[in-house]
């Protein structure tokens, strides 16, 4: 298990399809969650003094998304969309 901090929500859609919602907070969650890309983006060091902002402002971009998909080496459609994307994404973190 590991502890993360939430400083703003977000929501984390998994390899099942389905979607975890965190809250602002500190979470217990597995390893593996704790170390999901998506999660990393939105979290910060749980023993700074002050949250730190999502430097992105929030969900990624489609171009942000295509750009991660291209960097892993990724065959994918500029036509798929968001949700495909961060899904093809994070199954190929994972393997």
């Given amino acids: 298990m590991a502890k993360i901090y939430v400083p703003s929500p977000f929501a984390l ?7 975890r919602q965190f809250a602002a907070g500190f ?18 060091d749980p023993d700074a003094s002050e949250p730190v902002e ?3 402002g929030g969900e990624p971009t489609k171009d942000d998304l295509l750009a991660k998909a291209k960097e892993l ?9 968001v949700e495909r994307l961060a899904t093809a994404i994070a199954e190929a973190e994972v393997q």
């Fill in 13 to 19: 859609t998994l390899d099942d399809h389905t979607t």
């Fill in 54 to 56: 999502d430097p992105a």
């Fill in 27 to 44: 979470h217990d969650v597995d390893d593996a969650i704790a170390n999901h890309w998506w999660v990393k983006v939105h979290t910060a």
């Fill in 73 to 81: 080496g990724l065959a994918v459609d500029g036509r798929w969309s």
